[in-house]
């Protein structure tokens, strides 16, 4: 089990780059208080193996499932484990 998930992103004003992502703890069977964190933050989270992130996804039945697990490209760069889903794609996943 990862210990945070992200539901959503935001991107920069040139569309290229996500600036935020909506993250919450990954509680069982639950997730805990979404809040936005700057893309950056996460990314040095996954470098310095403090935390693991996940991407979350509706499935079309209202329900959220576990997509990708998310890791750093160029210590930056937040990307997903690379496999056919569309859905474990950040740039999948709902704008707010």
């Known amino acids: 089990m990862t210990d945070f998930c992200i539901t959503a992103v935001r991107y ?3 569309k290229k780059h996500i600036d935020y992502v909506l993250v919450s703890e990954n509680l069982p069977k639950a997730f805990g208080t979404k809040r936005a964190v700057p893309r950056g933050f996460v990314a040095d989270l996954i ?3 403090k935390a693991t992130f996940s991407t979350w996804v509706s499935n079309g039945k209202g329900e959220s499932e576990k997509g990708a697990d998310v890791h750093v490209v160029e210590e930056i760069y937040l990307s997903t484990d690379a496999n056919s889903k569309k859905r474990d794609n950040l740039e999948n996943l709902p704008t707010f």
């Open 12 to 14: 920069n004003a040139d």
């Open 47 to 49: 470098r310095l193996k």
